[in-house]
């Protein structure tokens, strides 16, 4: 079960984020969009994780 990853990923490309290559530690992997860095898991079910990982990165659109 993926969850909300994949929406996650989507939002984050369209706000100029990309994914660190070979950083992360376990069910982690790092974006950044030059300026911040963000742990992301490969497993986000919660809708409210989510929407926590979009604020602390910055960007202001949200799940519903």
């Given at each position: 079960?993926?969850?909300y990853y994949d929406e996650l990923v989507k939002v984050l490309r369209e706000y100029?984020?990309?994914r660190i290559p070979g950083r992360g530690?376990?069910?982690h992997e790092?974006?950044?969009n030059g300026?911040?860095?963000q742990n992301?898991?490969?497993n986000c079910p919660s809708?409210?994780?989510a929407n926590e990982i979009l604020k602390q990165m910055g960007v202001t659109e949200r799940f519903r």
């Open positions: 079960m993926k969850g100029g984020y990309w530690k376990g069910s790092v974006w950044t300026k911040r860095n992301l898991p490969f809708r409210h994780t």
